[in-house]
């Protein structure tokens, strides 16, 4: 977290955060020749807001006990972390250029312990909440402050795992846990709202016990409003963030042949013009 007012000017450099990641991103797939951008790009609004106005983290001391804890949920989008913590210093920028290569420790999903920052191996959908409940959990039993968010996406929201930790936090009073949703409408072959009954997304989490707030998910003010929003000390936070697949490059936006896709190197440079990086 930097400790730096929440004001228009500071939310503008967020933003140009925000497509330096992007474009960061867009280029790790080209040189890997990797599959998931469109939903990596989706949820970097959520995690520059994350990293730049609320998470108590140190790059210098990335094992702190008391440090918060992101649990990236939604895995096979890891690029978009990976290039967050490179941001943030947890890693190097040399590593990212050897993202998924034979011997990187920057693996299409991420293993156990690959660098610091990673809190968990994720990827497997359905199991990131109910990790980040049990490190909640010991965080009140072992009465530490740091909180815990989870980073999912809608798609997951169709395992019953996801579900049975919903119910299970409110119960505990595990009010020092966020879920974040990155709702972009889309899974790996159709519409998420197509193939089970997505909404309305915000009812459901409340009927489970929880507060939540609805965001658009690419407006950094509005989700960061929503993060730091004031609740009940005992109650859990969800925040449902309506998001694009593709976010930034106009010809991924939401077309989701880019869940499987790896850009050109014409398509990167396209998606840097558009992204207004020299």
Not at 148 to 176: H, I, R, T
Not at 256 to 263: C, I, M
């Amino acid at each position: 977290m930097i400790d730096t007012p929440l004001d228009s000017v500071f939310f503008d450099s967020l933003d140009r955060i925000s497509k330096e990641l992007r474009y960061a991103i867009i280029s790790m797939s080209h040189r890997a020749q990797s599959a998931h951008l469109g939903g990596a790009l989706s949820c970097v609004d959520l995690l520059t807001s994350l990293y730049w106005t609320t998470l108590k983290i140190d790059s210098n001391c990335p094992n702190d006990p008391i440090r918060d804890r992101l649990v990236f949920s939604k895995g096979h989008a890891v690029s978009a972390l990976y290039a967050v913590l490179a941001k943030r210093g947890f890693i190097s920028h040399v590593d990212l250029l050897r993202y998924n290569e034979e011997g990187s420790s920057l693996s299409e999903q991420p293993s156990p312990h690959c660098a610091p920052g990673v809190e968990w191996a994720t990827g497997s959908l359905g199991h990131g909440l109910g990790v980040g409940l049990g490190m909640a959990l010991a965080a009140k039993i072992n009465k530490q402050s740091y909180n815990v968010f989870v980073l999912m996406s809608d798609g997951e929201c169709q395992e019953g795992s996801v579900w049975e930790a919903a119910m299970l936090a409110p119960k505990l009073n595990l009010g020092n846990i966020t879920a974040l949703i990155d709702f972009n409408k889309w899974q790996a072959t159709a519409r998420s709202t197509s193939v089970m009954a997505m909404e309305p997304m915000k009812n459901k989490w409340e009927a489970f016990g929880w507060e939540c707030h609805e965001v658009d998910g690419h407006n950094l003010k509005e989700i960061t409003a929503a993060i730091k929003s004031k609740r009940r000390s005992d109650t859990p936070l969800a925040i449902v963030a309506h998001t694009i697949k593709g976010k930034g490059a106009s010809f991924m936006e939401d077309d989701n042949n880019w869940h499987y896709r790896s850009p050109s190197l014409e398509e990167v440079q396209k998606a840097r013009i558009e992204l207004g990086l020299p």
